[in-house]
């Protein structure tokens, strides 16, 4: 019996030694794309910019952003008529660009995200940055995961991580083109 229980608490404690290290991990790991979101800010202020569009991966994909000191307004779409944004590219009418595709966008390909801080999408803070995805998807990172009717904190993280990854992509594409 004894050896059972001195079996039990050297597994508890690597239990809590995991947990431990796996918690400061997360905690210590920045979003992928604050770093981006910081770098395209600082390129669109030294272009004196406060529109960006790019043509995303696939030909009928576009990216484009809006700038505001402390704020990013990012929308990528595949457009139906892709050799019209692509002229208004060569012709850099971004702000075009930008309202095309948040209105005419191929809605279940749209994506906009909210960037309260230009600094890359946060888990929780008090000014909510957000995820849109199509028409049915809508994720506010403030922390509450049970407003949002999810069933776990895990799912939370979840979606947070796919919506940073993605937004950390149209980033890369953004300052691409910033460049």
């Known amino acids: 019996m004894l050896m059972h229980l001195h079996m039990l608490r050297r597994l508890l404690a690597g239990c809590l030694?995991?947990?431990?290290?796996?918690a400061a991990t997360v905690?210590?790991?920045?979003?992928?794309?604050?770093?981006l979101a910081l770098e395209l800010s600082k390129?669109?202020?030294a272009g004196k910019l406060d529109v960006i569009a790019a043509q995303g991966k696939d030909p009928d994909q576009f990216v484009a952003a809006m700038?505001?000191?402390?704020?990013l307004l990012i929308v990528s779409a595949k457009y139906s008529v892709p050799p019209l944004l692509v002229e208004k590219l060569q012709q850099k009418a971004y702000r075009d660009i930008y309202m095309d595709l948040n209105g005419a966008g191929v809605p279940e390909s749209k994506v906009f995200i909210q960037d309260i801080g230009a600094d890359g999408l946060k888990s929780k803070?008090?000014?909510a940055d957000s995820y849109e995805r199509g028409p049915k998807t809508r994720w506010a990172?403030?922390?509450?995961?049970r407003k949002q009717k999810l069933t776990s904190e895990d799912e939370y993280l979840k979606n947070f991580a796919?919506?940073?990854?993605?937004?950390?992509?149209?980033l890369a594409v953004l300052?691409?083109?910033a460049k």
Not at 27 to 35: C, D, E, T
Not at 141 to 145: A, I, M, R, S
Not at 162 to 170: K, L, P, Q, T, W
């Open 43 to 45: 390129l669109l202020e």
């Open 162 to 170: 796919s919506a940073d990854a993605e937004y950390a992509e149209i």
């Open 27 to 35: 905690v210590a790991q920045a979003p992928r794309s604050a770093a």
């Open 67 to 71: 700038y505001f000191p402390g704020q």
């Open 141 to 145: 990172f403030d922390g509450e995961w």
């Open 17 to 22: 030694f995991a947990m431990a290290v796996t």
């Open 175 to 177: 300052i691409a083109k």
């Open 125 to 127: 803070a008090a000014a």
